[in-house]
């Protein structure tokens, strides 16, 4: 499980910020609150939800950015010379920005063990420091330390990475890669999770100075083969516990045999003018269902398989395509501890207010990016401010300026700026 992340000197970042899925120890209103949205481990009480709120420009998108920017230089720093000169893009709004180190620090909970692992970009081509600090007998220690291509080990913690070709690693390549690459298996274990576990949607990333968004939940197959296995009947449950109402699914395979594609109809039933059933018909889900409906039903082969695999899923303004209803229903997925048996989280970006309920959120899961006076975004959690209950409509607060976080709007006549109230 993902316990924090931190970036500084990244896009809109320019001072360290974390956010934080270590629950505080506020106490809800409601106790299934607390029981549902929190794993209590024998050390550890993790949240299984985050979500971020702020004004258009004010970072969201750029954390979200920052977690896959460190998921692709462990993937491919290794492969893709010159990747980290392509996709770093330090914070520019600040005459010393060059002087800065770029920051990226992740904390795991793996097998009920604590890892931190991070490194800093002093230039575009070239890390400057590689951390990973593990579990020892009572606190933390170190595993290896990097700075520049000199590697300090603690061949105790971390005898994998002895005797490796160090003349092989080059400054562009992260260490923690290198060494997974030789089977390393503390490594392996690190790496395999952050790049074969988190699951990115909706990720805005540059390609040749054109501004796209990147999915890695594919397509409808992960649903489709969950058909093929014989578990429709969860397809349609969960459909059903969405307010989607269906009697069947047929899938059948594509004649492009290049392609592993498939075609699927979603069966409803027919009436008469007096309300009675009179049959079933197909309904095409590619052409004839709404954008919402397949986006949902995308999304059940890949829940699937993290709530029976574990992981996370992060997804940039997860109100996309989604009806107000079902984005409710998508996150109450993640707080069922029945359904999510293996603790899967979510971390989203978000403008829909009908989240922010007591009843859905506690207030440690609900985070806001906002611009300092020097244009640089500030990350803090609704846990961080002072007097607001935890009872409180969260949602009419925020829209009432209590948080912060929200647009500055001007009038388009006049042009003369609105009142806004920020929190202390």
């Known amino acids: 499980m993902i316990l924090n992340f931190s970036i500084g000197n990244f896009r809109s970042f320019n001072e360290i910020q974390t956010i934080d899925f270590r629950a505080t120890g506020l106490v809800s209103e409601s106790r299934e609150v607390d029981e549902n949205n929190i794993v209590e481990l024998p050390d550890n009480r993790v949240l299984k939800v985050a979500g971020v709120y702020g004004a258009n420009g004010s970072g969201k998108s750029n954390l979200i950015r920052g977690l896959s920017f460190l998921k692709r230089m462990l993937s491919n720093s290794l492969d893709s010379e010159g990747l980290l000169d392509a996709l770093f893009s330090p914070f520019k709004l600040s005459s010393d920005f060059q002087n800065n180190n770029g920051y990226f620090q992740i904390s795991l909970l793996l097998d009920n063990k604590k890892y931190r692992y991070g490194f800093t970009i002093k230039n575009e081509d070239s890390f400057s420091e590689e951390w990973l600090f593990g579990p020892a007998e009572k606190n933390e220690t170190f595993y290896f330390k990097r700075k520049g291509r000199e590697i300090e080990l ?14 092989k690693l080059r400054s562009d390549v992260l260490f923690l890669t290198f060494a997974s690459s030789y089977n390393g298996e503390i490594s392996k274990k690190i790496k395999g999770f952050i790049t074969e576990k988190i699951m990115f949607e909706n990720v805005p990333i540059s390609v040749r100075g054109a501004a796209i968004l990147r999915t890695e939940l594919g397509n409808d197959n992960f649903t489709n083969r969950l058909i093929e296995s014989g578990n429709k009947s969860i397809i349609l449950e969960w459909l059903r516990d969405a307010g989607l109402i ?21 069966l409803k039933q027919i009436f008469n003018n007096k309300g009675e059933v009179t049959g079933i018909t197909p309904m095409l889900l590619a052409t004839e269902e709404s954008s919402g409906t397949r986006k949902f039903y995308k999304y059940i082969g890949r829940l699937y398989q993290l709530f029976s695999e574990g992981g996370a899923l992060v997804v940039d303004e997860i109100d996309s395509n989604f009806h107000p209803a079902l984005l409710l229903k998508l996150i109450s997925f993640f707080n069922n501890p029945n359904l999510n048996k293996t603790n899967a989280q979510l971390l989203f970006t978000s403008h829909d207010t009908n989240l922010l309920d007591p009843n859905v959120l506690r207030r440690d899961q609900i985070y806001f990016t906002e611009k300092s006076q020097r244009e640089a975004t500030v990350l803090y959690s609704l846990a961080d401010l002072k007097g607001i209950r935890n009872n409180a409509d969260f949602a009419k607060q925020y829209l009432a300026g209590f948080y912060g976080a929200l647009p500055v709007l001007s009038d388009y006549v006049t042009e003369e700026p609105l009142t806004q109230i920020t929190a202390e």
Do not use: A, M, Q
Not at 160 to 166: A, Q, R, T
């Open 154 to 167: 603690n061949k105790e913690r971390f005898s994998e990475g002895d005797n490796l070709p160090f003349d």
């Open 246 to 266: 269906y009697e069947d699914i047929i899938v059948e395979k594509s004649e492009d045999k290049r392609r592993d594609t498939y075609i699927v109809s979603l």
